[in-house]
Protein backbone atom coordinates (compact mmCIF):
# COMPACT_ATOMS: atom_id res chain seq x y z
CA UNK A 1 0.00 0.00 0.00
CA UNK A 2 0.91 3.65 -0.65
CA UNK A 3 0.78 5.63 2.25
CA UNK A 4 -0.25 8.95 1.22
CA UNK A 5 -1.08 12.19 3.22
CA UNK A 6 -2.95 14.76 1.69
CA UNK A 7 -2.60 18.57 2.07
CA UNK A 8 -5.08 21.38 0.66
CA UNK A 9 -7.14 24.31 1.94
CA UNK A 10 -9.83 23.99 -0.05
CA UNK A 11 -12.10 21.21 2.09
CA UNK A 12 -14.29 20.07 -0.84
CA UNK A 13 -11.40 19.74 -2.92
CA UNK A 14 -9.38 17.76 -0.12
CA UNK A 15 -12.52 15.78 -0.29
CA UNK A 16 -12.40 14.81 -3.71
CA UNK A 17 -8.71 13.83 -3.81
CA UNK A 18 -9.53 11.55 -0.46
CA UNK A 19 -12.09 9.86 -2.32
CA UNK A 20 -9.97 9.57 -5.36
CA UNK A 21 -7.18 8.09 -3.79
CA UNK A 22 -9.18 5.92 -0.93
CA UNK A 23 -11.36 4.13 -3.97
CA UNK A 24 -7.85 2.63 -5.38
CA UNK A 25 -6.90 -0.54 -4.04
CA UNK A 26 -2.82 0.10 -3.62
CA UNK A 27 -3.36 3.58 -2.25
CA UNK A 28 -4.05 3.98 1.64
CA UNK A 29 -5.02 8.21 3.24
CA UNK A 30 -3.29 8.16 6.23
CA UNK A 31 -3.88 11.86 6.99
CA UNK A 32 -5.25 15.44 5.67
CA UNK A 33 -3.85 18.98 6.46
CA UNK A 34 -5.51 22.30 5.49
CA UNK A 35 -2.38 24.21 5.29
CA UNK A 36 1.66 24.15 4.81
CA UNK A 37 2.35 24.25 8.50
CA UNK A 38 -0.13 21.50 9.65
CA UNK A 39 1.37 19.25 6.15
CA UNK A 40 4.93 19.81 8.00
CA UNK A 41 3.53 18.64 11.14
CA UNK A 42 1.50 15.51 10.15
CA UNK A 43 4.22 14.65 7.63
CA UNK A 44 6.29 13.94 10.10
CA UNK A 45 4.46 12.97 12.71
CA UNK A 46 2.74 10.24 10.22
CA UNK A 47 6.19 9.37 8.07
CA UNK A 48 3.71 8.76 4.53
CA UNK A 49 5.12 7.31 2.11
CA UNK A 50 4.15 10.42 -0.27
CA UNK A 51 2.46 13.74 0.41
CA UNK A 52 0.42 15.04 -2.45
CA UNK A 53 0.98 18.92 -1.34
CA UNK A 54 -1.18 21.33 -3.07
CA UNK A 55 1.15 24.65 -3.65
CA UNK A 56 -1.00 27.69 -2.76
CA UNK A 57 -2.15 27.40 1.14
CA UNK A 58 -2.02 29.20 4.41
CA UNK A 59 0.59 29.90 6.90
CA UNK A 60 3.57 27.90 4.55
CA UNK A 61 2.76 27.90 0.92
CA UNK A 62 3.11 24.00 -0.28
CA UNK A 63 6.85 24.36 -1.66
CA UNK A 64 8.23 26.21 1.70
CA UNK A 65 6.32 23.04 3.90
CA UNK A 66 7.57 20.75 1.13
CA UNK A 67 11.27 21.98 1.85
CA UNK A 68 10.43 21.51 5.18
CA UNK A 69 9.23 17.71 5.27
CA UNK A 70 12.22 17.01 2.97
CA UNK A 71 14.51 18.49 5.49
CA UNK A 72 13.55 16.94 8.00
CA UNK A 73 12.49 13.87 6.42
CA UNK A 74 14.07 12.98 2.96
CA UNK A 75 12.59 9.31 2.55
CA UNK A 76 9.33 11.47 1.92
CA UNK A 77 8.00 12.05 -1.66
CA UNK A 78 6.44 14.70 -2.75
CA UNK A 79 3.67 15.15 -5.51
CA UNK A 80 2.47 18.75 -5.86
CA UNK A 81 -1.10 18.40 -7.05
CA UNK A 82 -2.14 22.53 -8.22
CA UNK A 83 -4.03 24.57 -11.02
CA UNK A 84 -0.47 26.27 -11.24
CA UNK A 85 0.88 25.71 -13.92
CA UNK A 86 3.41 28.93 -13.98
CA UNK A 87 6.79 28.49 -15.18
CA UNK A 88 7.94 30.06 -11.84
CA UNK A 89 5.81 27.46 -9.54
CA UNK A 90 7.36 24.52 -10.94
CA UNK A 91 10.34 25.45 -10.99
CA UNK A 92 10.43 26.67 -7.49
CA UNK A 93 8.81 23.53 -6.55
CA UNK A 94 10.97 21.35 -8.13
CA UNK A 95 13.71 23.46 -6.47
CA UNK A 96 12.13 22.61 -3.21
CA UNK A 97 12.45 19.08 -3.42
CA UNK A 98 9.37 17.82 -5.46
CA UNK A 99 9.22 14.28 -7.12
CA UNK A 100 5.97 15.40 -9.18
CA UNK A 101 3.70 18.07 -10.34
CA UNK A 102 0.46 17.22 -11.44
CA UNK A 103 -2.45 19.41 -12.45
CA UNK A 104 -5.86 19.06 -10.57
CA UNK A 105 -7.57 19.62 -13.96
CA UNK A 106 -5.84 16.33 -15.20
CA UNK A 107 -8.07 13.03 -15.73
CA UNK A 108 -8.03 10.80 -12.52
CA UNK A 109 -6.41 8.00 -14.21
CA UNK A 110 -3.30 10.64 -15.16
CA UNK A 111 -2.92 11.55 -11.06
CA UNK A 112 -3.27 7.79 -9.72
CA UNK A 113 -0.85 7.20 -12.14
CA UNK A 114 1.63 9.92 -11.32
CA UNK A 115 1.06 9.08 -7.42
CA UNK A 116 2.44 5.03 -8.28
CA UNK A 117 5.16 6.82 -10.27
CA UNK A 118 6.91 8.50 -7.70
CA UNK A 119 6.05 5.60 -4.93
CA UNK A 120 8.08 3.71 -7.59
CA UNK A 121 11.14 6.21 -7.69
CA UNK A 122 10.54 7.79 -10.49
CA UNK A 123 9.49 11.88 -11.53
CA UNK A 124 5.95 12.36 -12.35
CA UNK A 125 4.89 15.20 -14.29
CA UNK A 126 2.11 16.41 -16.45
CA UNK A 127 2.75 16.56 -19.96
CA UNK A 128 2.40 19.90 -20.29
CA UNK A 129 4.94 20.75 -17.66
CA UNK A 130 6.93 18.69 -18.94
CA UNK A 131 7.05 20.22 -22.39
CA UNK A 132 7.39 23.55 -20.63
CA UNK A 133 10.34 22.19 -18.95
CA UNK A 134 11.84 20.75 -22.24
CA UNK A 135 11.03 24.39 -23.81
CA UNK A 136 12.76 25.83 -20.95
CA UNK A 137 16.38 23.61 -21.10
CA UNK A 138 16.28 23.79 -24.78
CA UNK A 139 16.24 27.83 -24.43
CA UNK A 140 18.77 28.03 -21.65
CA UNK A 141 21.04 25.72 -23.59
CA UNK A 142 20.94 28.10 -26.70
CA UNK A 143 23.82 31.04 -26.05
CA UNK A 144 25.58 32.90 -28.67
CA UNK A 145 29.19 34.33 -28.28
CA UNK A 146 29.54 38.52 -27.63
CA UNK A 147 30.78 38.63 -31.44
CA UNK A 148 27.76 36.61 -32.89
CA UNK A 149 25.25 38.21 -30.89
CA UNK A 150 26.94 41.47 -32.20
CA UNK A 151 26.80 40.36 -36.08
CA UNK A 152 23.50 38.86 -35.66
CA UNK A 153 22.15 42.57 -33.82
CA UNK A 154 23.70 44.20 -37.05
CA UNK A 155 21.69 42.14 -39.77
CA UNK A 156 18.74 42.60 -37.70
CA UNK A 157 19.66 46.33 -38.52
CA UNK A 158 19.28 45.57 -42.25
CA UNK A 159 23.00 45.72 -42.64
CA UNK A 160 24.62 43.22 -45.46
CA UNK A 161 27.46 41.19 -44.74
CA UNK A 162 29.88 43.68 -47.06
CA UNK A 163 28.59 46.49 -44.04
CA UNK A 164 28.93 44.82 -40.84
CA UNK A 165 32.08 43.61 -41.89
CA UNK A 166 33.28 47.04 -42.87
CA UNK A 167 31.73 48.44 -39.77
CA UNK A 168 32.81 45.84 -37.19
CA UNK A 169 36.43 46.08 -38.76
CA UNK A 170 36.06 42.25 -39.96
CA UNK A 171 36.55 40.26 -43.59
CA UNK A 172 33.47 39.30 -45.17
CA UNK A 173 34.18 35.61 -44.28
CA UNK A 174 34.36 36.30 -40.69
CA UNK A 175 31.17 37.82 -40.84
CA UNK A 176 29.87 34.97 -42.52
CA UNK A 177 31.31 32.52 -40.56
CA UNK A 178 29.90 33.84 -37.50
CA UNK A 179 26.46 34.10 -38.82
CA UNK A 180 27.08 30.40 -39.88
CA UNK A 181 27.74 29.57 -36.36
CA UNK A 182 24.53 31.33 -34.76
CA UNK A 183 22.28 29.68 -37.46
CA UNK A 184 23.32 26.40 -36.29
CA UNK A 185 23.21 27.26 -32.73
CA UNK A 186 19.35 28.38 -33.38
CA UNK A 187 18.79 25.59 -35.95
CA UNK A 188 17.92 27.53 -38.49
CA UNK A 189 18.43 28.11 -42.42
CA UNK A 190 17.93 31.70 -43.24
CA UNK A 191 19.17 35.85 -41.55
CA UNK A 192 15.78 36.44 -41.01
CA UNK A 193 14.84 33.41 -39.08
CA UNK A 194 17.97 33.89 -37.16
CA UNK A 195 17.18 37.59 -35.81
CA UNK A 196 13.34 36.40 -35.51
CA UNK A 197 14.22 33.44 -33.45
CA UNK A 198 17.31 34.78 -31.55
CA UNK A 199 14.20 37.80 -30.19
CA UNK A 200 11.70 34.99 -29.70
CA UNK A 201 14.39 33.76 -27.09
CA UNK A 202 15.99 36.90 -25.36
CA UNK A 203 18.93 36.92 -27.29
CA UNK A 204 18.42 39.98 -28.87
Wanted: net charge negative; hydrophobic share 50%; charged share 25%.
Amino acid sequence: MIRVLVADDHPVVRGGIVALLAAADDIEVVGEASNGREAVDLALALTPELVLMDLRMPELDGDEATALILQASPAIRVVVLTTYETDASILTAIEAGASGYLLKAAPQEEILAGIRSVARGEVALAPSIAAMLVGRVKTRAITLSPRETEVLGLVAQGLSNPAIAKKLFLGEATVKTHLLHAFEKLEVNDRTRAVTKAMELGLL
